[in-house]
């Protein structure tokens, strides 16, 4: 069901790669609540092919950029304007990769050249986004700025490595930029928590699945799939939340306020018997 939450607003929206991407959703959504957008992701993502059927299905103009790259981000930032007849409304960052999760690497056994690439793909460049658009004036007023994050941040998750660090670094740029940018241009800056989601960054690291039924069982709720994580992004987005900036909120079925569920304990009791090799 649509609200027309976002009518007349104008957007951009970072890291739709296919169907099963939260940013795909996040399109999908802003799309039937009536605003207009452009699609922005690597040139080899784009030439997948898949984003073409989201930009017809949106009636979106994709425009290829590495979003690392400062020079790249200007040059979306400007024809997204272009092309939407003025500044933009909101901006969602949904980019996040690491070489070292690819690699199988180990949090104790990482390469430093990777880490590098893990910090800026996934969370400088979200300093870069912010910082280019506040250069060239482009968002108006009362705008919204989300990007994606997950618990990781504050705790623990074996096998998710140095995207770890990636969401801390992220989590706190959204809150000093979001000071900035709240205190000049009336900017909100947030970032979603979400629960373990099936996409294809999420999948690369080590015991996804395993993450994704241990967070279900001990979640009141249950997870949070993308498509719920678009409708609050789309909240964020719109005129509802005009006085929520630089926070970090969860959506993840209760996940993050739970230790041990009565189910989590149950399906942990019956591996007693079984001798981890690693722990």
């Known amino acids: ?22 940013a795909w959703k996040v399109a999908e959504r802003a799309h039937e609540e009536g605003a207009v957008f452009t699609l922005t992701n690597t040139p080899i993502a784009l030439r ?46 949904s980019i996040g990769m690491s070489p070292n999760v690819r690699k199988g690497l180990s949090y104790d056994k990482l390469n430093y050249k990777n ?21 060239m004036d482009a968002i108006n007023e009362w705008g919204s700025v989300v990007a994606l994050s997950y618990v990781a941040a504050q705790r623990v998750f074996y096998g998710y490595n140095d995207m770890a660090d990636a969401k801390s670094l992220l989590e706190s740029i959204a809150r000093s930029f979001g000071y ?44 949070a799939d993308a498509l719920e994580c678009a409708d609050y992004c789309i909240t964020l987005f719109s005129d509802l939340t005009r006085k929520v900036t630089m926070q970090n909120l969860y959506n993840d079925g209760g996940f993050s306020s739970m230790g041990m569920s009565y189910r989590a304990m149950m399906q942990y009791e019956k591996g007693f018997d079984e001798k981890p090799t690693e722990w």
């Open 1 to 22: 069901m649509a609200y027309n939450l976002l009518k007349g607003k104008k957007g951009i929206i970072f890291g739709a790669l296919n169907e099963n991407s939260i």
């Open 48 to 93: 997948m092919g898949e984003l073409d059927e989201l930009g017809k299905k949106c009636n979106a103009e994709i425009i290829p950029a590495d979003a690392t790259s400062v020079d790249d981000i200007k040059v979306v930032i400007e024809k997204s304007m272009e092309v939407l007849g003025g500044k933009v409304d909101f901006i969602l960052h």
């Open 115 to 135: 880490l590098e690439k893990t910090l800026d793909i996934s969370a400088i460049s979200f300093h870069k986004i912010l910082q280019v658009a506040r250069e």
């Open 180 to 223: 900035i940018y709240g205190r000049d241009k009336k900017v909100r800056v947030n970032t979603i928590s979400q629960s373990p989601t099936i996409t294809t960054a999420g999948s690369g690291v080590k015991g996804f699945d395993k993450l994704v039924d241990f967070s279900e069982r001990t979640s009141p709720l249950g997870n």
